[in-house]
């Protein structure tokens, strides 16, 4: 059993600088958490113990969707590993000022997978959430060629987590991440623009941010779709997995 770490000290040192999200990135980066760029339509009050995961970053790190303040976006604190179970802690930001939005929509933190787990395998996702404790099933993915714990090569990943939702990591600013200006889509393509705005100025370091992309049911196919990324420093195509 491998022993609890931290998620990797510069993910959680940036996870709380994530929750900004008023700037646009630099060219080829993009969580381990970040405010969603996208509007998504607000959910229930039955959406907020649901917890959806995702495979990124050719299966080096993971992704946790839950329901909350679109503004406030919790932190992957504590991961272990036995086998093919992986354990995720998630804590809400420390910071007593921050005012919290009132809406109810997804969230995408980012974690580290523990080295001696396989991505080419299925997994299971174990996260705890305050009260909340929910067991998620990640489909391995045969193509994945990285290996926990090594480096990531900083390109935009992307996976989906529902019907017609995905979450998309880049690399960039911790402290400008991306927005999403517009989206479109239909069959096994889509386009997402994002905000680009010269004028704003963003820190210097290059760290991983997670946006949530919400076509929406039905919208577009699941399989072997291709996802356009357009302005803010983010051009280029992502295959979604």
Same mark, same amino acid.
């Given at each position: 059993?491998?022993?609890?770490?931290?998620?990797?000290?510069?993910?959680?040192?940036?996870?709380?600088?994530?929750?900004?999200?008023?700037?646009?990135?630099?060219?080829?980066?993009?969580?381990?958490?970040?405010?969603? !760029?996208?509007?998504?339509?607000?959910? /229930?009050?039955?959406?907020? #113990? *649901?917890?959806?995961? %995702? $495979? +990124?970053?050719? &299966?080096?790190?993971?992704?946790?969707?839950?329901?909350?303040?679109?503004?406030?976006?919790?932190?992957?604190?504590?991961?272990?590993?036995?086998?093919?179970?992986?354990?995720?802690?998630?804590?809400?930001?420390?910071?007593?000022?921050?005012?919290?939005?009132?809406?109810?929509?997804?969230?995408?933190?980012?974690?580290?997978?523990?080295?001696?787990?396989?991505?080419?395998?299925?997994?299971?996702?174990?996260?705890?959430?305050?009260?909340?404790?929910?067991?998620?099933?990640?489909?391995?993915?045969?193509?994945?060629?990285?290996?926990?714990? !090594?480096?990531?090569?900083?390109?935009? /990943?992307?996976?989906?987590? #529902? *019907?017609?939702?995905? %979450? $998309? +990591?880049?690399? &960039?600013?911790?402290?400008?991440?991306?927005?999403?200006?517009?989206?479109?889509?239909?069959?096994?393509?889509?386009?997402?623009?994002?905000?680009?705005?010269?004028?704003?100025?963003?820190?210097?370091?290059?760290?991983?941010?997670?946006?949530?992309?919400?076509?929406?049911?039905?919208?577009?196919?699941?399989?072997?779709?291709?996802?356009?990324?357009?302005?803010?420093?983010?051009?280029?195509?992502?295959?979604?997995?």
């Amino acid at each position: 059993m491998a022993t609890p770490t931290r998620v990797i000290a510069a993910l959680s040192a940036l996870a709380a600088a994530l929750l900004i999200a008023g700037c646009t990135s630099t060219p080829g980066a993009d969580a381990p958490t970040d405010a969603p !760029s996208t509007s998504p339509t607000a959910g /229930s009050t039955d959406d907020a #113990d *649901d917890i959806e995961g %995702v $495979l +990124l970053d050719d &299966g080096r790190m993971f992704g946790v969707v839950t329901w909350g303040s679109s503004t406030c976006v919790p932190q992957v604190d504590q991961v272990s590993a036995e086998g093919q179970t992986v354990t995720a802690a998630l804590v809400d930001s420390e910071d007593a000022d921050k005012a919290c939005t009132a809406d109810l929509a997804p969230r995408a933190s980012v974690g580290a997978v523990p080295e001696g787990v396989d991505p080419t395998k299925g997994i299971t996702l174990k996260v705890t959430y305050g009260d909340v404790v929910d067991d998620v099933d990640l489909d391995g993915d045969p193509s994945f060629t990285g290996t926990p714990g !090594s480096s990531t090569e900083y390109t935009p /990943s992307a996976g989906w987590f #529902d *019907d017609g939702s995905l %979450v $998309l +990591l880049t690399w &960039g600013s911790s402290s400008c991440a991306p927005v999403v200006e517009s989206l479109e889509g239909s069959g096994a393509t889509g386009t997402a623009t994002f905000v680009t705005d010269d004028t704003q100025v963003c820190t210097m370091d290059m760290a991983p941010r997670a946006t949530i992309i919400a076509f929406g049911d039905d919208a577009v196919d699941d399989d072997d779709f291709t996802l356009t990324l357009v302005g803010g420093g983010l051009d280029g195509t992502v295959q979604v997995r």
